[in-house]
């Protein structure tokens, strides 16, 4: 059964800094992986969508990339903005089946 | 393409009532999954359906709740009997293919339940 670990759990930088959330999965027969990212009581935004035969996806300041065979992804944001502050999620896809991590908190400070 | 639509956003229910979600997937998916987030905690799988169809229902509880997915109109999360655990945001995606292909999920924005 897949289960899928974000560290770490929260992170609050200065504005302007690179950062890097860490998600790992335990079944590499994935088929996707998917970042999304969560504003307090709101829903789910698709951030990136990275296929299993793909390494990475780019999408303006944000870079996923994508390690089946050690069961890693990493979303990397460059140059944060207080914008960019809500909790992001990974979620690794298998049969039918799409599993969770917990998220990362992040808060980006002016 | 209005997105997949949930309603209502929030719902509030007395112990012992029943709770009626609605979600309308994108137009074109025909595959309907339903999780549910507890405060401070991350998305639990519950339920996946195809039109008319339970394809997979190994996390939803086995007492009080059900889903359906009808030929014509909304998927239905119904929760009979609530209790103030089930207080929570519960959320539904959706998607074109059986693996989430190349498009991934779809998310709406979710009913929040509260149980008074």
Known sequence: ?110 | NAGVMQNPRHLVRRRGQEARLRCSPMKGHSHVYWYRQLPEEGLKFMVYLQKENIIDESGMPKERFSAEFPKEGPSILRIQQVVRGDSAAYFCASSPTTTGGNYGYTFGSGTRLTVV
């Open chain 1, 1 to 110: 059964k897949q289960e899928v670990t974000q560290i770490p759990a929260a992170l609050s930088v200065p504005e302007g800094e690179n950062l890097v959330l860490n998600c790992s999965f335990t079944d590499s027969a994935i088929y996707n992986l998917q970042w999304f990212r969560q504003d307090p009581g709101k829903g789910l935004t698709s951030l990136l969508l990275i296929q299993s035969s793909q390494r990475e996806q780019t999408s303006g300041r944000l870079n996923a990339s994508l390690d089946k065979s050690s069961g890693r992804s990493t979303l990397y944001i460059a140059a944060s903005q207080p914008g960019d502050s809500a909790t992001y999620l990974c979620a690794a896809y298998n049969n039918n089946d799409m599993r969770f991590g917990a998220g990362t908190r992040l808060t980006v400070k002016p």
